[in-house]
């Protein structure tokens, strides 16, 4: 059973509840976003596996995911990327925001939202548990495709995506 760690808005851990329970009662919670780029400045992104227990068959960024009890977050990404792309890469802490958003199945995203960026040009090994696809795609391309296909792309992506682009220069 994987728990996540609940949080108050200033990321101080009040406890831990089952990840599950979590998202239907919408507390909440610590995780984190990694979002990479080629050295074109091309995002790399991914299709989520289609028997995800939400949000399955949509595009979303390169890795993200909450980290465990005692774990600091910068190694749970380092992890995640591991275990879903089959690779790990250099990424620093850009932000943290707060988002709460409804999802598939009942579920709410209640998540204060650590989020890096990084490079990488290398080989890809995603796990099939995990990801479905996965493409280098254009920022303008990506958000054009956004506009045109919004229910293609996880709910978090979308808002995440419009934070990175506010704060960070590309």
Known sequence: MEYLILVDENDNQLGLMEKIEAHEKGLLHRAFSVFLFNSKGEMLIHQRAFSKYHS????????????????????????RLEEEMGFDCEIKEVFHFTYKSALDNG??????????????????????????????????????????NPQGYTEWFKICLEEVLNRVEL
């Open 107 to 148: 579920l709410t995203e209640h998540e204060l939202d650590h989020v890096y960026i990084g490079e990488y040009e290398g080989e890809i090994n995603p796990n099939p548990e995990e990801v479905e696809s996965y493409k280098y795609i254009s920022i303008t391309d990506l958000t054009k495709d956004i506009q045109e």
């Open 56 to 79: 399955g068959g949509l595009w979303t960024n390169a890795c993200c995911s909450h980290p465990r009890d005692q774990e600091k977050t910068i190694d749970a990404a380092h992890r």
